[in-house]
């Protein structure tokens, strides 16, 4: 039993339910066995084929498809879903949701949520965005596993008229799981979230669609020759098509205001390189590297060869 399981007393949460069974959800869900973080755990999917594979892993009490009856008793529901199906299954479950329940999600984009979510919550029932800022390149409920929060931001992004104690027990869960957690409005999560996370995927995926246009005319060469960089690049760009799809469409402005400053720092580092200077391109790779560094140092990524990523993540 580790540090985060022995802690705990009760549970954090009596019912949690949780909708959708990818990567995140299907951590969400081995972490909350693990660290009997909820007295029931309920997991729901569209996909009949993941709810029988959910079933076999064994990570929730019931697994149940019908998400109307999935969140019916529910004190926390997570949605883990593409942000554009927040809408529809905001509205179908909306009717199902106890009195004081707590409705939160997992998604990289947070104005998007108010403005799926509005139109059809209920007085009674507490929205409590949540951006848990971790994961993998791969999906699917067999993807997941429960160390993936620990010493990783969960970003929450309440309303200013947001229950205090609702946010707090999603602050809780949230903690328990191992993550730092950290709240901040929804415009200014997508302002940050644009530059660390929207754009460096939109510029991989990018790349490496170049690189298979190149492929054509190299004879393979493109692929059989990658270097450390290309291949971290194609590790971003293997990340879910219609999760990164729905961000861009959902973060728009946010998104394009990221991409003119930075179409606008490469224009500049291409007048390095023209002009051959050596002292300019020197200094801007030198303060890179420091961030880089940084980065390490709050423990938000290892220094081993290959980024530690050489190891499979362990199962609960």
């Not at 084929?49 to 697994?63: H, K, L, P, Q, S």
């Amino acid at each position: 039993m580790d540090r985060l399981e022995s802690k705990l007393a009760k549970p954090v949460i009596q019912t949690l339910a949780v909708i959708g069974i990818g990567l995140i959800g299907s951590s969400i869900l081995h972490a909350a066995r693990k660290r009997r973080l909820a007295a029931r755990i309920v997991a729901s999917d569209k996909s009949q084929a993941v709810c029988d594979r959910a079933v076999e892993i064994g990570f929730a009490d019931e697994v149940i498809a019908d998400i109307a009856l999935a969140v019916r008793d529910a004190d926390l529901v997570i949605m883990c879903i593409p942000v554009g199906e927040y809408a529809r299954v905001g509205a179908a479950i909306m009717p199902h949701l106890k009195p004081g329940a707590i409705l939160s999600d997992v998604g990289s984009v947070k104005a998007c949520v108010f403005t799926a979510l509005d139109p059809v919550l209920r007085e009674d029932v507490h929205l409590i965005p949540a951006h848990p800022v971790a994961g993998t390149e791969y999906s699917g409920p067999d993807a997941g596993f429960a160390s993936l929060f620990i010493n990783r931001w969960c970003i929450i992004t309440p309303a200013l008229n947001a229950s205090a104690a609702a946010t707090a027990r999603v602050r809780s869960f949230w903690e328990e799981m191992g993550a730092n957690v950290e709240a901040m409005s929804a415009d200014h999560h997508d302002l940050v979230l644009a530059i660390t996370s929207h754009v460096p995927h939109l510029i991989a995926y990018n790349i490496v669609g170049t690189a298979a246009d190149l492929e054509e005319v190299t004879q393979s060469e493109v692929i059989k020759f990658s270097a450390g960089g290309f291949r971290d690049f194609t590790r971003i760009a293997a990340s879910d098509p219609t999760m990164w799809r729905d961000v861009f469409l959902n973060n728009k402005s946010a998104v394009l205001e990221m991409l003119g400053r930075f179409t606008e720092d490469l224009t500049a580092l291409q007048r390095m390189i023209r002009r051959g200077d050596g002292d300019g391109l020197f200094n801007l790779f030198t303060r890179t590297r420091a961030i880089r560094r940084s980065i390490i140092d709050l423990g938000q990524e290892t220094a081993a060869p290959d980024f530690g990523r050489q190891r499979a993540p362990e199962k609960s």
